[in-house]
């Protein structure tokens, strides 16, 4: 009679979730960091609860969020496979100049009123170039190449929707 009781105290164990080693989520598969965690730790959902399709679908998303540590290595080279990201994404730019000259470029792009922004864009950007050959460990140099070039574009172009402002009462009154 003892060991039936003991079966069915293990199997009500088992049941209820409260075994030796952490569970597993349902809905994402993340392991529970305690054995005693009621709820994922990744998608927060209940560790009791049933799993729903669109559970990983949020899920997912949380897991975007996290850090992956990835041992990649080149059988050929023994060297560190480069992630496909990184090399989408360019070098970290902590040239401040450079950073301004392209917030100059980017409220350049209002009509009419951008042409006062123009000039702030081509001086920053002249200047962080500057910057970039001073101190080549902060890069920022292709960004003030943008903000020269982008500056001097935007501000050809705002010269020529003031020109068209001032010429339509003369087109209009032939």
């Known amino acids: 009679m003892d060991s039936k009781a003991g079966n069915t105290e293990q199997s009500a164990r088992q049941l209820s979730g409260s075994q030796d080693s952490p569970r597993a989520c349902l809905a994402c598969g993340v392991e529970a960091r305690r054995v005693e965690a009621r709820y994922c730790s990744a998608c927060g959902r209940s560790l009791d609860e049933s799993y729903l399709p669109a559970n990983a679908l949020r899920a997912s ?9 990835s041992r990649n290595v080149s059988k050929a080279s023994g060297a560190p496979l480069e992630n496909s990201m990184s090399s989408i994404f360019p070098a970290r730019n902590s040239n401040g100049a450079s950073t301004t000259a392209l917030a100059f470029v980017t409220y350049s792009l209002v009509p009419y009123l951008g042409i006062l922004f123009c000039p702030g864009a081509v001086l920053m950007g002249g200047v962080g170039l500057y910057s970039s050959y001073r101190a080549p460990e902060r890069g920022g140099r292709r960004a003030s190449y943008m903000g020269l070039t982008f500056g001097v574009l935007i501000f050809c172009a705002q010269l020529f929707l003031w020109w068209i402002l001032y010429k339509i009462p003369e087109w209009a009154g032939r």
Do not use: A, P, S
């Open 61 to 69: 998303y949380n897991l975007q969020h996290r850090r992956t540590v």
